[in-house]
């Protein structure tokens, strides 16, 4: 049973900045992508940031330059470090992962979080 769990939102002001952690936990033989998407109230959910097992990083252009994804392999954990928030990054965000289960074929399944609420008033 694998497990996604996120934390970490809240009610920040305009200008403000929080951090999100996302683990993943149970058993599986080893993680993949890691990532974040977030919806808003009558939105489709978009993609906010990901990253590699790698390293390597990719994020929406509304983001770039004001958050930060990272991962900390050891602990399965990725965090999204938001800055300079503005009222429009107000939304539910969750966190994705790509786990493969075993190591006997080289097929990763995808796991969704429950979602953190991220609100961002003016």
């Known amino acids: 049973q694998v497990q996604v769990v996120e934390s970490g939102g809240g009610l920040v002001q305009a200008g403000g900045s929080l951090r999100l952690s996302c683990a993943a936990s149970g058993s599986f033989f080893s993680i993949g992508v890691m990532g974040w998407y977030r919806q808003a109230p009558g939105q489709q959910r978009e993609r906010v940031a990901i990253?590699?097992?790698?390293?390597?990083?990719n994020y929406a252009e509304s983001v770039r330059g004001r958050f930060t994804i990272s991962r900390d392999s050891a602990k399965n954990t990725t965090y999204l470090q938001m800055s300079s928030l503005k009222p429009e990054d107000t939304a539910t965000y969750y966190c994705y992962t790509e786990i493969r289960k075993t190591s006997l074929y080289n097929t990763f399944f995808q796991y969704w979080g429950q979602g953190t609420q991220v609100t961002v008033s003016s």
């Open positions: 990253i590699t097992s790698s390293g390597s990083t």
